[in-house]
């Protein structure tokens, strides 16, 4: 039976310290693909196929736990329940691919949870550092270091002209994916945001929203990343993506400061009241949670709102997500009664409880 | 036809997705369909960055006609994994690594399009990396050597073919 720690706690240990820029970047990942030479990739491997590439990679991490990079543990997925594999997603330690079109799919975690290395998603390997605030070089550094300890033992699928080879072409080259989560509620506010990602698509990167449906941005959080992988070497893609986000850190303070001079006090009513609904409310959908949450984050970020801290707000956003209500208030949760368990987290967490 | 997305471009990809015998049809813009990214709601994955890469595969060969089709056959087949051209270009997504060699000629305009790019200068396996940078200092050293036999110094082309052999010398003894 594997560990459940990583399913039962909502925050993993990097949410809780903040990194720079933390009241706008909410997060940095860096995720490379890796495959093994003359192994089929994940999308035409039988079952055999795929424990073999499991027994290669797993063992990697095993041998070398000594490496500084913390404690892993192994999480075969056919050994976990639905729920569990839902609030893994949820909290981003593992891919929807991993849980629906995976034979022998596995995720090394690490203790703080900060590095998931999965096995058998797309590519063969996957390896996703995940750092609290805008730490996008430190999360490559982490992940290179890691991809360097496998390429001691693994015989990676490398072609000198086309760099590392990947299960799907928009991938191929440098493996790499690196973005960063951004809150900006006031570039969304001030009607900026358009413009604002309409000229991050025209530098090669790429925005959309998180836990939103499709693109729309639930809660003003948006995932910045590099769309090309080709042609460019891993330190430029990590540059352009770096100073893009801080160019947009830069647009968001100057829009926030604009608020703040021009509508002090329509401002301030809009993160009082959501405060206020997210305190006392008895229902409360997670389209409008994730929008009110975003105001409360804002309040705090400006200082209006003295608490609750922003590692508490991080937990909220991940406990009242569908998965983890239901591992906490029952499995068979309808979605009107996930509408209340959420008010009552909300309540039991800001409000009085009674 | 419009959009069922946005309501105001035409649709220009259309496809069916089966689910226990009932058909359902989605027909969007492209636009709307970068947008939507991974997922479109309610084809619980049905629709896919896959079918967007498989949407400009597919037009690859339409639009440059007979010679694009030519140039590479549906047909063309990865001997190591089986898979067929024809087959890469409806899932977006290759069998195993040895398809990028076979399916080779194909993928230029594609990677031009993705990626902007065809050639990687990205970060190489330290293992196998002494050989690659052999094999790119070589690839250097002959253009060399062709510019010097254009410009008729014939005294440093010398130098530079030796400097080649002596290269390869040491790749054939690694």
Known sequence: ?354 | MVCQECGVRPATLHFTKIVNGEKTEFHICENCAREKGELIPGTSGGFSIHSLLSGLLDLEGASKGKSAAEAKPQDVRCEECGMTYGQFSKLGRFGCSSCYKYFDKGLDPLFKRVHGSTSHVGKIPKRIGAQIQFKRQIDELKEQLQEAIMQEEFESAAELRDQIRKLEKEIAQE
């Open chain 1, 1 to 354: 039976m594997p560990d459940l720690r990583f399913t039962e706690q909502a925050l993993s240990e990097w949410m809780r310290s903040g990194g720079s820029h933390s009241e706008i970047v909410i997060s940095s990942r860096v995720r490379i693909a890796r495959n093994i030479q003359h192994h089929p990739f994940p999308l035409l491997a039988t079952k055999n196929q795929a424990d073999e590439v499991l027994d290669v990679l797993a063992p990697v991490v095993d041998q070398n736990q000594d490496a500084g990079y913390g404690t892993f543990e192994l999480v075969k997925l056919d050994e976990l329940e639905e729920l569990d594999k839902k609030v893994l997603v949820e909290k981003h330690l593992i891919s929807p691919n991993l849980v629906n079109d995976s034979r022998s799919g596995a995720v090394l975690l690490n203790e703080e949870e900060s590095v998931s290395i999965m096995i058998n998603e797309e590519d063969h390997l996957r390896i996703q550092c995940l750092f609290p605030g805008f730490q996008v070089r430190e999360a490559w550094e982490r992940a290179t270091a890691i991809d360097d300890i496998f390429e001691e033992s693994v015989d990676y699928a490398f072609d000198d002209r086309r760099g590392y080879l990947t299960s799907c072409p928009t991938n191929v080259g440098t493996g790499l994916r690196a973005s960063v989560m951004m809150h900006l509620p006031a570039l969304v506010m001030t009607k900026q945001i358009g413009r604002i990602l309409s000229a991050v698509n025209q530098v090669g990167l790429t925005a959309r929203g998180i836990y939103g449906e499709g693109s729309e941005a639930a809660g003003n959080i948006f995932q910045i990343s590099n769309q090309i992988t080709l042609g460019q070497t891993e330190a430029e893609i990590i540059d352009n993506l770096h100073g893009v986000a801080i160019q947009i850190i830069d647009h968001e303070r100057n829009a926030r400061q604009r608020l703040l001079d021009d509508s002090a006090l329509r401002i301030t009513d809009r993160i009082m009241r959501s405060y206020g609904i997210l305190s006392y409310a008895a229902v409360m959908e997670l389209k409008e949670a994730s929008q009110r949450l975003s105001d409360v984050r804002l309040g705090v970020d400006l200082g209006i709102l003295k608490a609750p801290s922003i590692s508490v707000l991080n937990e909220l956003n991940v406990k009242t997500q569908p998965g983890f209500l239901q591992k906490m208030f029952g499995e068979k949760l309808s979605s009107a009664e996930c509408d209340m368990y959420r008010a009552k987290l909300f309540r039991d967490t800001l409000g009085i409880t009674h």
